[in-house]
């Protein structure tokens, strides 16, 4: 897939699910809990033991599911994932090496940032969006519409702090997508044999994401 179809997808999905697990197999359980509430989107922390396995078994598997590597800190890591199948590359903070490295690729690039001054560093340097990381220590909602206001031009993800609570905010604030951690991709469910609720939550967000959409429409 190109790398604009992959930013429109990531807009259109508006979730990009953090995926952290203590094992392949658990990330993959978390994974289809996900895909099965409409959620084709996944991004692959590389904290996950065995990450790289877990992308190449995704792409070969899950062939819906847009696979994006997490945790990305250099650019070696970055080119291991996109040869693995790894469609865009988030990072939890500027690396401007991994910017070039995906560029070359021509893989959609989303580094982290934080404060106006790196966030504008990172639009400068490439980013296809900007992570903004982490936003709930920052105030959540209220920070991102600030950093929007005299940023509007900078496509942003919000992520740290995003929950079913606060996702219509953050959509309000002007947010490209939401990144979701724990809220939704939680591995205490697949221990103990409830996945149907991650799928439950990953719809309703979902729910979130296409009523504020139908919204902006009117």
Request: glycine share 10%.
């Amino acid at each position: 897939m190109e790398k604009t179809a992959v930013l429109r997808e990531l807009r259109e999905i508006g979730l990009v699910p953090v995926l952290r697990a203590d094992s392949v197999d658990q990330a993959m359980a978390l994974a289809d809990a996900i895909a099965a509430g409409g959620v084709t989107v996944l991004e692959v922390t590389m904290t996950v033991p065995g990450a790289i396995e877990v992308m190449r078994r995704l792409a070969g598997q899950r062939p819906e599911i847009l696979i994006g590597a997490g945790t990305v800190l250099d650019a070696e890591t970055a080119r291991m994932c996109i040869l693995e199948g790894a469609q865009f590359v988030v990072s939890p903070a500027l690396n401007v090496a991994t910017i070039e490295m995906c560029h070359r690729y021509s893989v959609a690039v989303l580094p982290g940032a934080l404060t106006p001054t790196e966030i504008v560093t990172a639009w400068q340097a490439g980013a296809d969006v900007v992570k903004v990381f982490p936003v709930g220590a920052m105030g959540g909602p209220k920070y991102l519409t600030s950093l929007k206001g005299p940023l509007p031009h900078i496509e942003m993800i919000p992520t740290g702090g995003v929950m079913l609570g606060t996702a219509a905010e953050f959509l309000e604030a002007g947010a490209f997508a939401l990144g979701v951690g724990s809220d939704l991709v939680d591995k205490k469910m697949i221990a103990d044999g409830r996945p149907e609720v991650i799928t439950e939550i990953a719809r309703k967000y979902l729910e979130i994401v296409r009523a504020f959409r139908l919204k902006q429409k009117v």
